[in-house]
């Protein structure tokens, strides 16, 4: 069964770090483009960050650029999410998602159950 599995949510101040966790299984995580996205409450969900299949580039939005990095550890078939400099409007539930492709972030056909970030003070 392929599923998903996020970790490491929580409350964290703001200027703090969280990172998060998505452990696969089912599949290889480091054959897919897997993905971030996130739902703040009373919002709609925003794509976040990925990193590609194969080799493994990564990318992320313009509201987490040089905050948020997506990492893989192909032995552990985990994703991570290091997420630093929070600030209040981080706070969402954060989904780890697999694309049907290596390539191409869109078609999140598999979903974890996400993990509650709040950042507050």
């Known amino acids: 069964e392929v599923q998903l599995v996020e970790s490491g949510g929580g409350l964290v101040q703001p200027g703090g770090s969280l990172r998060l966790s998505c452990a696969a299984s089912?599949?290889?995580?480091?054959?897919?483009?897997m993905s971030w996205v996130r739902q703040a409450p009373g919002k709609g969900l925003e794509w976040v960050s990925g990193?590609?299949?194969?080799?493994?580039?990564?990318h992320s939005a313009d509201s987490v650029k040089g905050r948020f990095t997506s990492s893989r550890d192909n032995a552990k078939n985990t994703l991570y999410l290091q997420m630093n400099t929070l600030k209040p409007e981080d706070t969402a539930v954060y989904y780890c998602?697999?694309?049907?492709?290596?390539?191409?972030?869109?078609?999140?056909?598999?979903w974890g159950q996400g993990t509650l970030v709040t950042v507050s003070s």
């Open positions: 998602a697999k694309s049907l492709t290596n390539w191409n972030f869109g078609f999140l056909e598999v």
């Open positions: 089912g599949f290889t995580c480091s054959n897919y483009a």
């Open positions: 990193i590609k299949g194969g080799g493994g580039s990564t």
